[in-house]
Antibody, heavy 122, light 108 residues
Framework: QVQLVQSGAEVKKPGASVKVSCKAS????????MYWVRQAPGQGLEWMGI????????NRPQKFQGRISMTRDTSTSTVYMELSSLTSEDTAVYFC???????????????WGQGTLVAVSS | DIVLTQSPGTLSLSPGERATLSCRAS???????LAWYQQKPGQAPRLLIY???SRATDIPDRFSGSGSGTDFTLTISRLEPEDFAVYYC?????????FGQGTKVEIK
């Protein structure tokens, strides 16, 4: 069965960086795009970016340009999201999610990781 | 960016009643690439509907989606106790992908 397992909660100081991992299993890792979404406490969902596990090409909204890095390791079927220059506004639960459609980057998200809480506090 | 506006913000209903949730886009959604998700406290979202009206795997048929262009609707024909949650719409046809702010369906 498809599973996405994320790394554990993090506490970071303002200005620091955080790297969250998402290990995939149960399907062909390189055949489905992966996405990152975050949710601040009590708030809605915010799309952060997309990565192609097959060729590592990424895309992100303008809001995160220069501050987010998404990578993948095909040997371990893991994608990573690193966010730098953290502020208190980055306190949120971060989710990875898989695209529903085979090899299609215009896709809804069918499987989600369990979420990783990142708290930014001095 | 395409802004998705969901209404109402909160829907107070009883089990067995019909729920109608709206999602309006600021511009036409490409290829009706509109999804609906359900989220319960402490859980990840769950995909219910994609391409505006296609049910995702294992989603009960009491959930249905409709609409096109800029106006979309999620209907839950008869609310079950497990359906009380927050529902989000999302467009995935244009970058950046965007979500609505959510509609909470609560027990009356």
């Amino acid at each position: 069965q498809v599973q996405l397992v994320q790394s554990g909660a993090e506490v970071k100081k303002p200005g620091a960086s955080v790297k969250v991992s998402c290990k995939a299993s149960g399907y062909s890792f390189t055949s489905y795009y992966m996405y990152w979404v975050r949710q601040a406490p009590g708030q809605g969902l915010e799309w952060m970016g997309i990565i192609s596990p097959s060729d590592a090409i990424t895309n992100r909204p303008q809001k995160f340009q220069g501050r987010i890095s998404m990578t993948r390791d095909t040997s371990t079927s893991t994608v990573y999201m690193e966010l730098s220059s953290l502020t208190s506004e980055d306190t949120a639960v971060y989710f990875c999610a898989r695209g529903l459609l085979y090899n299609n980057n215009w896709s809804p998200f069918d499987y989600w990781g369990q979420g990783t809480l990142v708290a930014v506090s001095s | 960016d395409i802004v998705l506006t969901q209404s109402p913000g909160t829907l107070s209903l009883s089990p067995g009643e019909r729920a109608t949730l709206s999602c309006r886009a600021s511009q036409s959604v490409n290829s009706n690439s509109l999804a609906w998700y359900q989220q319960k406290p402490g859980q990840a979202p769950r995909l219910l509907i994609y391409d505006a009206s296609s049910r995702a795997t294992d989603i009960p048929d009491r959930f249905s989606g409709s609409g096109s262009g800029t106006d979309f609707t999620l209907t839950i024909s008869r609310l079950e106790p497990e359906d009380f949650a927050v529902y989000y719409c999302q467009q995935y046809g244009t970058s950046p992908r965007t979500f609505g702010q959510g509609t909470k369906v609560e027990i009356k």
